[in-house]
């Protein structure tokens, strides 16, 4: 008994095959052609996405422009009313607080806080979230750090630049 396959089912498989290849390697990508809703693909988004994925509590802001004394926070989710803080760095850890927000009751969008000096070009600063203990005032020996499920402390980086230009339209993370 031959058992044979004819050349045309083999031809006709290949082509097929041709096809779905050539339309999958065609076929526009959501995030360059912008038909997402949600936040671009960067490691920013990713992280933040992350953040809401392993606990209550997010932080996501852009790098923001040098020389300026605010800072535009995208985005905020707390569990519980607190605070952003942002420091400046220290050899690559947070160092000095530099800036408080006002008390944010759950957190919010696009919002800005005031930085005590001119974030200065070419800098990285953390921005991190804590939760208030009660009283309505920062005081960071007793706040505490809002942390994820992984008790990994919720924080971005950021980076103060000339030619930044922090996103202003609505954030759907």
Known sequence: MNNQIPKSWILLFLAVVGILVGLYLTSPDPVVT??????????????????????????????????????????????????????????????EVVGVSDLLEDGGEHILMRVDEPLQDGEIYYAMLFHDDGDGLFRALSDTQAIDSTDSVILMTFEATIDAAPEVEAVMP
């Open 34 to 95: 912008g038909e997402s809703d949600a936040l671009p693909e960067t490691s920013r988004a990713i992280t933040f996405e992350g953040m809401l994925l392993t606990g209550g509590n997010a932080i996501y802001l852009e790098n923001q422009t040098a020389e300026q004394t605010q800072v535009l926070i995208g985005y905020v989710v707390l569990s519980a009313p607190g605070y952003v803080v942002v420091y400046d760095d220290n050899d690559g850890v947070p160092g």
